[in-house]
């Protein structure tokens, strides 16, 4: 077992930001033999002696765990141009399982239990970026599954919005489909109230030459995790994944990334930020990134970044990196869990600005570097009011 | 008119070997108006003098007081100090990725004054004191420090000195690493915050050089933990021909 962990807890005296030693990490098993099925029963019972729940535990899910789900019933508000198509299909629809197979048991679980889908289809050869808001407002925490379509025709350009508030407990699944030469943002924001759970699997399709920024942002709900994989189909295709996370007392936060370079020239660049305040704040981050030896000329870059802004919290950050060719243009991953850097807040207090107002700014600065990079300027205001939200809740 | 009273200061750190005495009964007065220079040779403590009187929190104080205006230093946190009117311009000033110079100055002068400054005057201030140190205007949208050049790290401790106006300021080894068109505007802009503001100044130096641009009113030379000389100008000078062997081999 050598993967990279770094995991900060509380008591434990550290100054700055502690890197991880490098080298690259092997895991366990390499990464494109574990278990993709749509059915439930191929998979294990949830423990934590299971890689995919090694940190999360099957009573923190609030029955997620069940063989089948009912039905998503909540609603979906969707705002789109005219020329964007939004509509319930049928299980059967040809798109259905389009860009992914499950990979745990809850995506599985959820997978089964879906009798339709929610299809949003973006086409091609528009002008500007096509901006869908999809509104998912549940009101039921009963364990529930849902299953989202997002296609991007070839040559499309278009943002898609997944907000998901509200109270749920849910089983989602993602097919994200990134059409040749296609320009597509997908931002899932997951802002539940207090209690919700929310296990989510988006699985990534890019064509030849497709450009896919995909940006998680989880802020609200008791257990959150997201899994987000692309899979590269064709060369010349470029995925930035950017996330970014703030886990208060007692919130369990966790993003698992899977890039698959199956061919050549492709380019994938991971950065994922999260802060963490509070008794048992705990984050877990896998990034795996898999160069197969056919892909020759990728480029791929992962990085993490934890800040823990108290005691008693607990980030766990796991960069996996593995490379089956030595042609490849540039392969490299960083991951840094630490507190506060005491000569940052040294130097801001040296100019008469309290600790408490020093601390914010420094949280401010770490994660604005993702939402600066988010690109749609309602989304970043928004997301920044969020923060300043969960700042003042630390100061109180 | 500001006074700031160092007496007779011991100062320890933590090191791997256990606690180390650095200062050894240090005595110093600094008041407004007047220009003091700190020399010594490597490792004599004076950058340890610096941040002791600023509050760092890994200077432990062992005997002694540091007073301004006859308040207690020792008892205020790290910005209870700067708002009282002490600054210190750092040797190393650290990055703060994602705040950008323009936030940064805006915060610590709101945080200085107790109010946040006009926005018309603040703009024109800022403006000004950047032109002054030959800084770009796009300096303003970078994060503080971050990629900054030596030069620029310093000018941008000056530009802080310029904008927060303190009451007493200490320049940690300001002039290291700069080139002389540098130096001289850093100098120029250190002098010209003086003149605009009075403050007192702790200038602390390992060489001489920019004693020709900033003229010092007393000179203390400073080694193994305390003042071992004192006198005017001409002490640098004698400084600059003989170098500091006669006091670290005494």
């Avoid at chain 1, 497709?210 to 709900?221: E, F, T």
């Avoid at chain 1, 000329?297 to 934890?306: K, M, P």
């Avoid at chain 2, 946040?116 to 030959?134: E, N, Q």
Wanted: aromatic share 6%; hydrophobic share 40%; with cysteine.
């Amino acid at each position: 077992m050598t993967t990279a962990t770094q995991t900060a807890n509380s008591g434990a005296v550290q100054h700055g930001l502690i890197e991880h030693s490098h080298g690259y990490g092997v895991p366990i098993q390499t990464r494109n033999e574990r278990i993709r099925s749509t059915n439930v029963a191929d998979f294990a019972p949830i423990s934590t002696r299971e890689e995919q729940w090694r940190y999360l535990s099957a009573d923190r899910i609030n029955g997620l765990d069940a063989d089948a789900l009912s039905e998503y019933l909540g609603d979906i508000s969707a705002k789109h141009p005219d020329s964007v198509t939004t509509q319930w299909v049928g299980a059967d629809h040809p798109l259905f399982g389009a860009a992914g197979v499950p990979e745990d048991r809850v995506s599985a679980a959820a997978w089964g239990s879906a009798e339709k889908a929610y299809l949003v289809t973006i086409p091609g050869n528009s002008e500007s970026a096509c901006e869908v808001q999809l509104g998912i407002d549940s009101e039921s925490d009963e364990p529930s599954a849902l299953h989202l379509i997002i296609d991007a025709k070839p040559f499309a350009n278009g943002i898609v919005i997944l907000d998901h508030k509200g109270k749920a407990t849910l089983g989602e699944n993602v097919e994200i489909i990134v059409g040749d030469e296609a320009n597509l943002t997908v931002i899932s924001i997951q802002d539940w109230n207090d209690d919700s759970v929310h296990i989510s699997a988006q699985f990534a399709k890019l064509g030849r030459n497709a450009k896919l920024r995909h940006v998680v942002v989880s802020l609200g709900g008791k257990t959150v995790r997201v899994s987000s994989s692309t899979e590269f189909t064709q060369p010349g295709a470029e995925v930035e994944m950017l996330g970014l996370y703030f886990a208060d007392a007692g919130q369990f936060l966790e993003n698992r990334l899977y890039v698959d370079h199956a061919v050549p020239n492709c380019k994938s660049r991971v950065t994922y930020k999260g802060a963490l305040q509070g008794e048992r704040a705990h984050t877990v981050w896998v990034g795996d990134v898999l160069i197969r030896k056919a892909a020759e000329g990728t480029d791929t870059y992962e990085l993490n970044r934890n800040l823990l802004l108290t005691d008693g919290a607990r980030a766990d950050s796991v960069p996996n990196l593995e490379i089956e060719t030595g042609q490849i243009a540039g392969a490299g991953h960083a991951s840094a869990s630490g507190r506060f850097d005491d000569e940052q807040l040294f130097y801001l207090q040296a100019r008469g600005i309290t600790e408490g107002e020093a601390r914010r700014l420094v949280v401010r600065g770490f994660l604005n570097e993702i939402i600066q990079q988010i690109g749609n300027d309602e989304i970043q205001s928004r997301l920044s009011a969020s923060i300043e939200a969960e700042l003042a809740r630390s100061n109180s | 008119m500001a006074i700031l009273q160092i007496k007779n200061l011991h100062v320890s750190v933590e090191t791997e070997q256990g606690k180390k005495e650095i200062l050894r009964g240090v005595d110093l007065t600094i008041k407004s108006g007047e220009t003091h220079a700190i020399m010594g040779p490597n490792g004599s403590g004076k950058s340890t003098l610096a941040y002791t009187v600023a509050g760092h929190p890994k200077y432990e104080v062992t005997e002694g007081e540091i007073l301004l205006d006859g308040e207690n230093v020792l008892e205020m946190s790290v910005d209870e100090r700067a708002r009282a009117g002490l600054f210190l311009a750092m040797q190393y000033p650290v990055e703060i990725p994602g705040v950008s110079v323009s936030n940064f100055l805006r915060t610590a002068k709101t945080a200085i004054d107790g109010e946040a400054p006009a926005l018309r005057t603040w703009i024109k201030d800022m403006r000004a004191g950047m032109d002054a140190l030959r800084m770009d205007s796009s300096f303003t949208e970078r994060n503080v420090n971050e990629g900054f050049s030596g030069g620029e790290k310093k000018r941008h401790e000056i530009l802080q000195l310029e904008l927060l106006k303190p009451r007493i300021a200490i320049l940690d080894e300001t002039d290291s690493g700069l080139d002389v068109d540098a130096l001289k505007i850093v100098s120029e802009g250190v002098n010209r915050a003086k003149a605009a503001n009075d403050f007192g100044l702790l200038l602390i130096t390992h060489y001489t050089r920019i004693l020709n641009y900033i003229k010092p009113d007393f000179v203390h030379v400073f080694v193994a933990g305390k003042v071992a000389e004192q006198g005017g100008p001409e002490l640098a000078e004698r400084l600059e021909a003989e170098g500091y062997d006669r006091y670290v081999n005494a």
